[in-house]
């Protein structure tokens, strides 16, 4: 005897959107390759549909939207063709980087000369630049002011699969306790060089000025990105093992963080209907693939939004994104 389950998906995607009308900043994560590419350009061009100006934003160092579109988005946004009212992005980390090891050089300069040390700044601004989280910085930074630019109604961003996008945006957390420390180690600094000085002008500091401006920055950012009425990550899965513990660890993470969580998509599921059952390869998949529902099911209740198949092919092409938006906002 079979007990009546509940439907596993009781908010859907459309429904979940149509509650949240003032969502701004939707994000699309998970691990690699589970569709997340995907999932955020329907959900941009579904956006677009409904009459909003929308950007679908690739903030993965590895960008594909290009390849999804079929045209050039690399670097500066552009209109999608065969749209109204979408706009695509992947974001270009290099001049920020280049901008940031100069601020960072100059800011370098002047504190060794500040504290009369006789060394080349090149060494440090290396050593920092080097520093794998230096591009997840930038990108961050680039992510952050389009959110601040406020030109979109609606602004879609593809994350990187792995941990990255947890940092990319724990980060504001992380760089809010750092530049606090800093601010506050430089009004020591501050305070103790003008008590030695025998002249009581107050100097301005550069460095402190430029640290409390980004902590502001930092702030507005953090207050954006916890806003459950501004944003919502939504986390593409698969059923099966690894993308479901990838998943489950970010959900974590992000109610630690308190970035708010919409919820979860279940990606290239195989029906069993159609796939017949003439193979075994596909009827053990099929099997496998039940088992891992059931789990997706005990472990997201309430969070699965939509659950989508397995296409025969891969999906590019605006026309395929709107064939797939049927799935995700059926
Ligand atoms: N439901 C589906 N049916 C068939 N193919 C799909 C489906 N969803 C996604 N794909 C295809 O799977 C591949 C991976 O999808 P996508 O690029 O969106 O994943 P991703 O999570 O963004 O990957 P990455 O981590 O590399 O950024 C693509 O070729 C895409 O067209
Ligand atoms: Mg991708």
């Known amino acids: 005897m079979t007990v009546m389950e509940a439907p596993l998906v009781e908010t859907s995607m459309r429904g979940w959107l149509g509650e949240h009308a003032e969502m701004r900043y939707i994000f699309f994560g998970g691990k690699g390759g589970v569709g997340k590419t995907v999932m955020a350009g329907v959900t941009a061009l579904e956006l677009a549909k409904q009459g909003k100006r929308v950007l679908l934003a690739s903030t993965n160092p590895v960008h594909s939207l290009s390849g999804l579109l079929g045209q050039d988005v690399f670097g500066k946004e552009t209109a999608v063709t065969g749209t ?8 270009d980390t290099r001049d920020t980087i280049d901008r940031s090891k100069k601020e960072i050089r100059d800011k370098i ?9 006789s060394t080349k700044a090149d060494e440090f601004v290396e050593a920092a630049a080097t520093n794998p989280a230096f591009e997840e910085s930038a990108m961050f930074e680039n992510m952050v002011d389009l959110m601040f630019k406020n030109e979109y109604d609606v602004y879609v961003f593809d994350t990187a699969p792995t941990a990255n996008a947890r940092r990319l945006l ?10 606090d420390k800093m601010v506050k180690s430089r009004e020591e600094a501050q305070s103790l060089r003008e008590l030695l000085s025998f002249t009581k002008k107050k100097e301005e500091d550069p460095l402190m000025t430029y640290l409390v401006d980004f902590r502001k920055r930092i702030e507005h950012a953090r207050e954006l990105l916890t806003d459950p009425a501004k944003t919502a990550f939504f986390f593409v899965t698969l059923p099966e093992a690894l993308p479901i513990a990838v998943i489950r660890r ?11 969580v919409g919820g979860v998509v279940v990606n290239m599921v195989i029906d069993p209907n159609e796939s017949g059952s003439e193979s075994e390869f ?33 999906v590019r092409g605006v026309q395929m994104l709107g064939k797939a938006g049927e799935k995700l906002f059926a």
Do not use: C
């Open 84 to 91: 109204t009212g979408l706009w695509a992005l992947e974001i």
């Open 109 to 117: 300069q002047w504190f060794l000369k500040f504290a009369e040390i």
């Open 170 to 179: 724990g980060m504001s957390k992380v760089y809010g306790l750092w530049v």
């Open 250 to 260: 970010f959900i974590d993470w992000f109610h630690d963080f308190g970035i708010p």
């Open 282 to 314: 596909v009827r053990n998949r099929v099997a496998m693939q039940g088992d891992y529902m059931g789990e997706i099911r005990r472990a997201f209740e309430g969070q699965v939004r939509a659950v989508i198949p397995l296409f025969d092919s891969d």
